[in-house]
């Protein structure tokens, strides 16, 4: 049986609920992620992304229930390819957040679909958009001595891993119907981070409060979003979704501000903004899809 994706609602009250839909699914992402952030002194970004990879499982498995046993190899090489992509997007930002910060963080993995947006193009508009980007990064690090070259470097194997994401549920979505390939996808990245969170759970060292903070995280950066995301995605444009993601940078940051007390420089601000502007424009501009 063929999975129909609903058409966007033309209907404007249905467009603003599917705008504070998006936009409630990123304040959850990012509050979800400095929440976790308070487990790292205790478990670590390695033992925080664990525990959420194993709470995104429980619940979207069940919910989901993919048919496992019946996927074919063309199905499975991408399933297993996209669990890998997603723990290592994850693993990825957590390590950026612990090292510079969740705004910076946050911004530097937002390069991924940034680039998948401009994959390919000759278009000028694009060509300038990936300049402004750079420029941001450029902002925001401000190579010098003393950069933390190992936090860049986490955000931008993030971003790395989350364009990899993208293209492979391009292509799983093709032979996979509904959220079979991301449930399936989340319990394979379960799996290969369940000795971590076996060791933390029954090594008896780890106090709850921290497995707990990691457990909510997941629940927030994971679950909720998806749920909302889903929705809004039935009342918003495709490309208006695009431009309304622009927004997790900032969104970043002020979680980043209110809930782990970290305050950006002026050119940390400028960076962010450059970044958020090379988003909105990418994804605004972007060329409509023939029918």
Do not use: K
């Not at 992620?33 to 619940?59: T, W």
């Not at 998948?116 to 000759?122: F, N, P, T, W």
């Not at 969170?197 to 909510?216: F, R, T």
Request: proline share 6%.
């Amino acid at each position: 049986m063929t999975t129909l994706r609903p058409a966007p609602s033309t209907d404007a009250p249905a467009r603003r609920r599917g705008v504070v839909l998006a936009l409630t699914a990123g304040a959850s992402n990012q509050t979800g992620a400095a929440i976790g952030a308070h487990a790292f002194d205790a478990i670590g970004p390695g033992g925080v992304v664990a525990v959420r990879q194993v709470v995104a499982a429980s619940v979207l498995l069940p919910t989901v229930r993919p048919p496992v046993r019946r996927f074919t190899w063309a199905q499975w090489w991408p399933v297993l390819l996209l669990g890998l992509a997603f723990g290592g997007m994850n693993l990825g930002l957590y390590t950026a957040v612990d090292r510079l910060g969740l705004g910076l963080a946050v911004t530097l993995e937002f390069l991924g679909p940034l680039t998948v947006a401009l994959l390919g193009s000759r278009r000028a508009v694009d060509l300038a958009c990936a300049a402004l980007a750079a420029a941001g990064v450029y902002a925001l690090v401000l190579p010098s001595g003393s950069t933390d070259l190992l936090g860049v470097g986490a955000g931008l194997a993030a971003a790395a891993c989350w364009a990899a994401y993208i293209l492979l549920n391009r292509l799983v979505g093709r032979r996979l119907p509904g959220l079979q390939a991301t449930a399936s996808a989340a319990g394979v990245s379960a799996v290969v981070y369940l000795p971590v969170a076996a060791s933390l759970l029954l090594g008896g060292h780890v106090a709850w409060q921290p497995v707990a903070l990691a457990a909510v995280a997941g629940l927030l950066s994971s679950v909720v979003p998806y749920a909302l995301d889903l929705t809004a995605l039935r009342l918003v444009p495709a490309r208006a979704f695009g431009v309304l993601m622009s927004a997790h940078p900032v969104l970043a940051a002020l979680a980043g501000l209110l809930l782990l007390g970290q305050a950006l420089a002026a050119h940390e601000l400028v960076g962010i903004a450059l970044v958020v502007v090379a988003n909105v424009v990418a994804m605004a501009t972007a060329a409509r899809p023939r029918r």
